[in-house]
């Protein structure tokens, strides 16, 4: 059985405010260990449930955080940024399941540390006329190679948000979200279990399914014009509103393809204080 982890920090054991996820503070140090943690114990819950294949791709910010020295040697990393399909990257490589490791609430939702993709400027996100998180649109993406969602960990309202757009798979809910910078932890060696424990039962998921290949469409809120206005250059792209760009595509991988250039260009649109 080949799984795929795709592995997000602000979902991670103990992981509450903005230094701890970003690369070079002594907070983001610290939380390495216990992020790397997550994924070993994930990691020995799918063995125990069949797994011989696991690839944990790196899906947060520079995508180099995972410490391979201490990584689970019954798994493979793939890590660095300027993959294709980011942090699915790789799902289309006849998966038989993916888990959803230290993901987080949608943009514009109570969670900690809650967005999609970009940290602040976007203030929501919908996926054919529904709210999506990365969460979701990631499992739409799953979907489209056959691929089953095994488990999903995060905080509360992160697993909230899963059984909506993955209602079967288990999940793992690390920390109870107080407010976007503070939540109720549980400590590693309890949450390490929980992980090992879920991943295990999210194996009788596993199993390549029926393709569900179709149109989408995506539309995108800012919290300024002028990053609407920026992203309505990429052609396919309009702004459907002073704040809000949409977009259609043929299907799920050229939808998340587009949506990468988009948050990528009014990324580069921000501009000091003023956003």
Known sequence: MRIMISADME???GVTW???VVPGTEPWQ???RLFTGDVNATVAGLHAG???DILVNEAHSAQRNLLLEDLDPRARMLTGRHKPLSMMHGVDSGLDGVVFLGYHAGAGCDGV???TYLPNQITGVWLDGVPASEGRLN???AAEYGVPVLL???DDTTCEDAREYAPDAALATVKECVSRYAAICDPPAVTAERLTHAATAGMKLAGHGEPAVGAHRIEVEFDAAHLAQAAAV???VEQVAVRRIGFDAPDMTEAMKAFKVVTAIADGAVQGKYG
Request: glycine letters at 12%.
């Open 113 to 115: 540390l809650s967005h």
């Open 152 to 154: 999903v960990s995060g």
């Open 11 to 13: 979902g991670a054991t």
């Open 234 to 236: 990429v052609p396919t």
């Open 18 to 20: 903005t230094d701890d």
């Open 50 to 52: 069949g797994a011989d």
């Open 30 to 32: 610290r939380f390495r």
């Open 139 to 141: 499992a739409a993406l």
